[in-house]
């Protein structure tokens, strides 16, 4: 098997809150493993904005950004996203601009838009405000001049975050964002953790638009990865029973803490719910070394993404770092080499 070239890898982090443990519990997780994954050679560290979801603890985005990138030194942290309809643009360019100032060279702003809650905890984020479609191009460009140089008579600039350039990526799990990040010329992540539906078509959508910019001269793609790791196959899909039960719970409308492996959880369900899974996890890769490198392998080169960006909801801490550590040596050429002449 050739080796494919190596995408970056990074990571991306919902803070879950894991049953019998505390929020408090589930930040300090986090932060944990921000560092691990920096000594892994990750070129990033994103946090998603999600609200009123008892399992998950990322809801302040943009001080859990500062909280990763104070106790962290080289890897880029940033948002993934933070959904802008629940925000005015001038807002997100203080706090990123501050960001910027506090941590140079190593803050992403990720940008969604879609409200990453309910109807209810939306319309109590955004009060009376009704969203239309053309809001997200107008907010995104305005964000861009906002973190741009400042404009000489300009009646609003953000302060801080006029001139700090923080990088502005596009995420979606849809056509919509991949055709508005190609026209705008800015990098683009696809949510195929939870969304895989659409990822080729929208990654040929983007890369046929793109359009150069003064931020970027060429497209760069991330894909989100749903990873579980162990040293056996049987082992990694016991662990990954967590990620199935919070997978379960989200198609349900009963989301919850992050619950403990279950045994022979999938063997317990019905077709219909173990189809549910599979197609929203699609994109998932679950094994042991072996089959975690063939998957990432294929992933990688069927997509071609610049980067994978994987997602590890493991309840044990200690095994969720174990899992980021097979699979980031999944690109390892030695490992490869190693795997090819046995």
């Known amino acids: 098997m050739t080796t494919p070239r190596r995408p970056a890898l990074s990571m991306l982090d919902l803070v879950a809150v894991r049953e019998g443990g505390t929020v408090a519990d ?6 944990a493993t921000a560092r691990h994954v920096e000594g892994l050679g990750f070129t990033r560290y994103w946090l998603a904005e999600h609200h009123n979801m008892p399992g998950i603890a990322s809801s302040a985005t943009a001080v859990l950004v500062g909280h990763i990138a104070g106790g962290t030194s080289t890897i880029r942290v940033g948002s993934g996203g933070i959904m802008l309809p629940n925000h005015a643009p001038l807002v997100v360019a203080e706090a990123f601009g501050t960001l910027a100032e506090l941590y140079p060279g190593r803050i992403d702003l990720g940008l969604g838009r879609a409200p ?14 009704v969203e ?12 861009q001049r906002l973190l741009g140089p400042a404009q000489p008579g300009a009646r609003i600039v953000a302060m801080p975050g006029a001139g700090t350039e923080v990088p502005i990526w596009l995420l979606g ?7 508005l990040a190609a026209q705008m010329g800015l990098p683009y992540a696809f949510a195929s953790h939870f969304a895989p539906r659409m990822l080729y078509q929208a990654l040929d959508l983007y890369r046929r638009l793109f359009r150069p910019s003064a931020q970027l001269a060429k497209p760069y793609t991330i894909i989100g990865v749903p990873v579980i790791a162990a040293p056996s196959d049987e082992e990694a899909q016991y662990l990954a029973s967590s990620t199935y039960q919070r997978v379960l719970g ?3 409308g009963q989301r919850g803490r992050l619950q403990p ?6 063997a317990q369900l019905q077709p219909p719910e173990r189809a549910a899974i599979a197609d929203f996890l699609a994109a998932g890769v679950v094994g042991g070394p072996d089959l975690v490198r063939e998957g990432l392998h294929a992933l990688a080169t069927a997509t071609g993404a610049d980067e994978l960006m994987f997602v590890s909801d493991v309840y044990d801490p ?14 390892d050429p030695a490992e490869s080499a190693q795997a090819e002449s046995a």
């Open 26 to 31: 589930a930040l300090g997780i986090a932060l």
């Open 116 to 129: 990453g809650t309910d109807g209810p905890t939306m319309r109590a984020l955004r009060r009376d405000r």
């Open 132 to 143: 239309t479609e053309e809001d997200f191009p107008r907010d995104v460009a305005e964000l």
């Open 173 to 179: 799990s849809s056509l919509f964002s991949a055709q």
């Open 250 to 252: 989200i198609l349900t």
């Open 261 to 266: 492996p279950v045994e022979n959880y999938m």
């Open 318 to 331: 200690r095994l969720r770092l174990r899992s980021l550590d097979i699979a980031a040596r999944a690109f």
